[in-house]
């Protein structure tokens, strides 16, 4: 009997350890067993990297980065910025406009990698002279997977010369957003063959010779950037009628100027010589619209 209940003890107290560990562990933002994920209340989300600090950092939504998201962890070495993540949470406390503390219960690496089929991040700013209804539609040879706000037969707004829009709840936003799969035939015979460690650089410097205001060239490369700058090349192609065709606008008040930036990149091993692509200088007259978005090519 005294055996049993020394056996009993042992596991017991065995049991316990493992529990504490397995705490530990999580509170230092370690990866732990996945059996943890089975816990009745957890829910799962992919986030990218943003800032890694030595007790916390910052990640956002791959698709929406409007978003960002605040979780005190100490991260491993190895996790670098532009890696993404599977967080499984119990809850989301929001902090600051769009910033969220985030309750988890585990964090590990993710699978997550671009699909060559999908337009990711396309966002839609919209710039009148004056407070305007505004009514935007898609007509796409393919099917949205996401969209912000909720596109219910179109987005219907009022925008402000500021670039603020206001849905008829008065919930605020700063674009549009949606994302999409399409079948698209991308035109790649001209454009830029970039180092990856050189990226961020020359898409900051392209992105305002084609038009983009600061802006919407920040976001553009904080979207791109992680997925492209560890790349030992890409193979950079701004697309035209390919997209354009594939992906039409439908717009009431019409714009008086549009400018829809979608990029294609391609990860290379090596560099190639292509043709370099040249742009029409941009003039931002009246009632402007722009959107930007991209993808890639494997």
């Avoid at 316990?16 to 059996?35: A, E, M, P, R, W």
């Avoid at 990640?59 to 996790?79: E, H, M, R, V």
């Avoid at 001209?190 to 961020?200: H, L, P, R």
């Avoid at 983009?212 to 992680?226: G, M, Q, R, S």
Wanted: glycine content about 6%; charged content about 20%; hydrophobic content about 35%.
């Amino acid at each position: 009997m005294r055996r049993i209940l020394h056996i009993v003890g042992m596991l017991v107290i065995s049991f316990i350890l493992i529990f504490i560990s397995n705490v530990y562990h999580v509170s230092k933002g370690k990866s732990t067993d996945d059996s943890i994920a089975d816990i009745a209340d957890a829910k799962t989300m992919t986030l990218l990297l943003n800032e890694i600090h030595d007790d916390y950092f910052i990640a956002s939504n791959i698709g929406n980065p409007q978003y960002k998201y605040k979780i005190t962890a100490d991260l491993n070495d190895d996790f670098c910025v532009g890696d993404s993540v599977d967080v499984i949470y119990r809850d989301l406390i929001e902090i600051e406009s769009n910033i969220f503390q985030v309750n988890y219960v585990n964090i590990k690496a993710s699978d997550f990698t671009l699909d060559e089929t999908i337009c990711y991040k396309p966002v839609i700013y919209l710039y009148p002279n004056r407070p305007m209804d505004i009514d935007v539609k898609l007509d796409l040879n393919g099917t949205l997977t996401h969209t912000y706000p909720k596109y219910l037969n179109g987005w219907h707004v009022t925008a402000y010369p500021d670039g603020t829009l206001v849905d008829k709840s008065g919930i605020q936003y700063p674009y549009l957003f949606w994302e999409g799969k399409l079948g698209i035939d991308y035109d790649m015979s001209k454009g830029f063959c970039i180092s990856g460690n050189k990226t961020k650089e020359f898409l900051n410097n392209i992105l305002s010779s084609i038009g983009l205001n600061t802006t919407e060239k920040d976001e553009f490369i904080e979207f791109w950037v992680p997925f492209m700058e560890k790349n030992p090349y890409n193979k950079i192609c701004f697309q035209t009628t390919a997209y354009t065709d594939n992906a039409k606008l439908n717009i009431k008040p019409t714009p008086d100027t549009i400018l829809r930036v979608y990029m294609v990149f391609q990860p290379l091993n090596y560099s190639v010589e292509i043709e370099e692509q040249t742009f029409d200088h941009f003039n931002r007259e009246g009632f402007t619209v722009v959107e930007w978005g991209g993808g890639i090519v494997k």
